[in-house]
């Protein structure tokens, strides 16, 4: 069985339910806590073995690019000040020379379109899919217990969590196969975006995909599907019907990032739990409520 070494990040997106603080800077640089959105999302994929992180990115994403880059005035002015603390957090921020690409989407099409923009540079190997506005709060991270749910049975595995009955019409939403036990379940089906009435579940994908390199030539063919967008979820239906598939239900917590009470819980969760502030921030928080 290959191993999963590389993920795509798609990055092109607009970020419109969190506008206006999107209007200049992209979303995934917004930040959360002490670092941006993108961090958290890059850094679970390192920790779960992923050599290489493929960013689909567009239009006005350049600042993403550079994030992860030398700042050489900024690193020499914070050496200099002896400004040692300040200088470690920027340089952990930069991922080997090499073990990051960029593909442009050129136009947006769709989270199965921008997948497909990473094609040649995925190859024909099992990858992973990280969507950046989720930061999933769990230990090991979400994807590295996929990782090692994929080494037992390989095929695919997307990771899913339960929602709100009335919320099925954000999210793809997946269809279990039978009596489902464990947390670990194949599946007869999945829909992008049902209707509550029409939702065959209420578990759903939570932003974290591996997934076989046939997923391509299912994209390639794929129909515009859900808000007139090529979906992701509706190739990896069709891939279904071909390969084994697994939803796995991971332990953690989800923050929806790209929405603003999502974004604001996050922040607030995770500053709880932050080794400089988490006190000072919960003695605070008991003033305020
Ligand atoms: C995307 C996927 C959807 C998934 C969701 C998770 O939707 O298409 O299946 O449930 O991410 O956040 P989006 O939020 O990009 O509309």
């Known amino acids: 069985m290959k191993p999963v070494r590389k993920v795509v990040i798609p990055v092109a997106g607009h970020g419109t339910r969190v506008l206006p603080a999107t209007k200049s800077i992209p979303k995934e640089l917004l930040p959360v ?9 890059v850094n679970e994929a390192f920790e779960a073995g992923i050599e290489h992180v493929v960013l689909v990115t567009g239009r006005g994403k350049g600042a993403i690019d550079d994030y992860f880059d030398h700042a050489f005035e900024l690193e020499a002015g914070l050496e200099a000040k002896k ?6 957090s920027v340089l952990k921020t930069i991922p080997t020379a090499g073990a990051l ?3 442009r989407q050129q136009r947006p ?16 190997e099992p990858f992973a899919v990280s969507l950046p506005d989720v930061i999933i709060d769990g230990t090991p991270g979400a994807l590295a217990q996929m990782v090692a749910e994929y080494e037992k049975t390989g095929g695919n595995i997307i990771a899913v969590e339960e929602v709100a009955k009335n919320e099925t019409n ?5 269809a279990p196969k039978g009596d489902r036990s464990g947390s670990l379940f194949e599946m007869s089906g999945m829909v ?8 065959p579940s209420n578990l759903a994908i939570t932003g974290r995909y591996i997934l076989q390199p046939e997923i391509f030539d299912l994209l390639e063919k794929t129909p515009c599907g859900a808000g007139g967008e090529i979906q992701l979820t509706d190739a990896m239906d069709a891939l279904m019907k071909a390969q084994p598939f697994f939803a796995y239900e991971y332990e953690g917590v989800s923050h929806d990032c790209g929405d603003k009470l999502g974004w604001l819980k996050a922040n607030v969760s995770l500053a709880l739990k932050h080794p400089e502030f988490s006190k000072a921030f919960a003695g605070f928080l008991k003033t305020t409520s």
């Open 33 to 41: 806590v002490d670092r941006p959105l993108i961090d958290y999302v």
């Open 83 to 88: 400004k040692t603390a300040i200088l470690d």
């Open 101 to 103: 690409s960029y593909t």
């Open 109 to 124: 099409l769709g989270l199965g379109h921008a997948v497909w923009c990473a094609r040649d540079i995925i190859g024909n």
């Open 170 to 174: 954000k999210y793809g939403i997946v």
């Open 192 to 199: 992008e975006k049902p209707a509550p009435a029409e939702a």
